[in-house]
């Protein structure tokens, strides 16, 4: 499988398949080699020149497909070079280190929100170089570069790297705040102290958390539910509506504050929780039903047949009964 990738500026280029080390000395001296299998060393030959940076990448991949588990994975069959030429930047990176064993399922998004960030597109490219950047739960990073890269600047190249292939800005921005939030969440593969390190995750977590209870409190309010006011949703089902998305936009911008460093991503990822999930969340549902009636129909067909009829028999049964009751 082969493709061509379109980009601006000429960050990405065809880093071919010689041996790791082989790779790292035509980059640096210094190059760092992470995850990658031993080979026997070659023989005395002068490092191979380094391919200059082209208008436009291929990649080429190689289909994995594990009909046990139903996991699809790819396997690169040449390196993904790219530049990454940010004031402070790393230089030259390649993924993965390891391309005999390496695999990456290209972008990593939840189904329910692949409508908002597909599997491929112009972004491919950048996803890919993050996989191999990233160390992901239970699985080594990979990658060649001029030094080590930790992860909160592994997801700086990201979003840098999407530029370069042409994905807009919201769309880069949204992708770089949803890594952003894993890297704050896990802690891995960064410099951090401790107390860095919980202070991202209670800032992380105490938002997410406000935000729902204030949500609930909210939907509460909004429906005159005794007992429940909020003080900046005002009288009435319009000034209710009114203040309530207000609200949803304000206080997840006061509250990314607390994210230091990450706040842009904080002031992104609050208001999309505040005001966006609750519309995904019967997406969610939906989806978790269909992977249940799936699992149910491999593991016993005749009892997901015999639940189907049953459903159906009783929605019949319902709306007869609704209408002649109407």
């Known amino acids: 499988?082969?493709?061509?990738?379109?980009?601006?500026?000429?960050?990405?280029?065809?880093?071919?398949?010689?041996?790791?080390?082989?790779?790292?000395?035509?980059?640096?001296?210094?190059?760092?080699?992470?995850?990658?299998?031993?080979?026997?060393?070659p023989p005395p030959a002068p490092p191979a020149p380094q391919a200059e940076p082209t208008p436009d990448l291929t990649i080429e991949l190689a289909r994995l497909y594990d009909t046990a588990s139903g996991r699809e994975e790819f396997r690169l069959l040449r390196r993904?070079?790219?530049?990454?030429?940010?004031?402070?930047?790393?230089?030259?990176?390649?993924?993965p280190?390891?391309?005999?064993?390496?695999?990456?399922?290209?972008?990593?998004?939840?189904?329910?929100?692949?409508?908002?960030?597909?599997?491929?597109?112009?972004?491919?490219?950048?996803?890919?170089?993050?996989?191999?950047?990233?160390?992901a739960k239970g699985e080594p990073a990979s990658y060649i570069a001029e030094r080590e890269i930790h992860r909160d600047e592994a997801d700086r190249i990201f979003r840098d790297a999407m530029a370069k292939t042409g994905t807009g800005l919201i769309r880069r921005w949204l992708v770089w705040s949803a890594v952003t939030v894993a890297t704050m969440h896990e802690g891995r593969q960064v410099d951090w102290s401790p107390i860095q390190k919980w202070h991202y995750r209670i800032a992380l977590w105490g938002?997410?958390?406000?935000?729902?209870?204030?949500?609930?409190?909210?939907?509460?309010?909004?429906f005159d539910i005794p007992g429940v006011g909020l003080p900046w949703m005002g009288d009435g089902p319009l000034h209710k509506l009114i203040g309530g998305v207000s609200g949803a936009i304000v206080i997840p911008l006061l509250l990314g504050l607390t994210w230091g460093r990450f706040r842009i991503a904080g002031w992104?990822?609050?208001?999309?929780?505040?005001?966006?999930?609750?519309?995904?969340?019967?997406?969610i549902l939906v989806g978790w039903l269909y992977i249940a009636v799936e699992a149910l129909h491999t593991w016993r067909p005749w009892l997901a047949k015999a639940l189907a009829i049953t459903l159906v028999l009783t929605a019949s049964c319902v709306f007869i009964t609704s209408w002649c009751l109407a």
């Open 1 to 41: 499988m082969k493709l061509s990738v379109e980009q601006n500026g000429g960050s990405f280029y065809d880093a071919g398949k010689a041996p790791a080390e082989v790779a790292a000395d035509a980059i640096s001296p210094e190059a760092v080699v992470v995850n990658s299998e031993p080979a026997p060393p």
């Open 80 to 95: 993904i070079g790219y530049v990454d030429d940010a004031p402070g930047g790393v230089g030259i990176i390649q993924v």
């Open 97 to 135: 280190a390891d391309l005999e064993h390496w695999t990456t399922d290209l972008t990593s998004v939840p189904p329910f929100l692949t409508w908002l960030v597909p599997k491929t597109g112009a972004h491919l490219p950048a996803a890919i170089l993050h996989d191999g950047l990233v160390l």
């Open 207 to 222: 938002t997410l958390l406000l935000i729902l209870l204030l949500g609930v409190l909210g939907t509460l309010d909004l």
């Open 268 to 283: 992104i990822i609050g208001p999309l929780v505040a005001l966006v999930i609750p519309a995904v969340i019967p997406i």
